[in-house]
């Protein structure tokens, strides 16, 4: 059973920093894509920043040389570096994965996700 679980969020000011991060835990083969999604009350989930296995990232405009995402192979973990938050930054952020797997006795690739953190930006 593979698991995404995350840590690091809570209430910060404006113009503060958080540090997300998440760990994925479980039998599997191998993690391709990482990355961060957020939703905020009333909106649909975004993408937040997403970095594949070889390295290559894409983040949203609105997070563009505010937010760094970086993984740790090693570990399993994908982090989120957040700086210089917005009010408009809250929202439950969750960690997400593409993982392959041997799943049912079939090698498969699935997108898991994490059970989200609350990532709030208010004076």
């Known amino acids: 059973q593979v698991q995404l679980v995350e840590s690091g969020g809570g209430l910060v000011q404006p113009g503060g920093s958080l540090r997300l991060s998440c760990a994925a835990s479980g039998s599997f083969i191998t993690i391709n894509a990482m990355g961060w999604y957020r939703q905020a009350p009333g909106k649909e989930r975004e993408l937040v920043a997403l970095?594949?296995?070889?390295?290559?990232?894409n983040y949203a405009d609105s997070v563009k040389g505010r937010f760094t995402i970086s993984r740790d192979n090693a570990k399993n973990r994908v982090y989120l570096q957040m700086n210089s938050l917005k009010p408009e930054d809250t929202a439950v952020y969750y960690c997400?994965?593409?993982?392959?797997?041997?799943?049912?006795?079939?090698?498969?690739?699935?997108?898991?996700w994490g059970q989200g953190t609350q990532v709030t930006v208010s004076s």
């Open positions: 970095m594949r296995s070889g390295g290559s990232t």
């Open positions: 997400n994965a593409d993982i392959f797997a041997v799943v049912g006795g079939w090698h498969r690739s699935d997108r898991y």
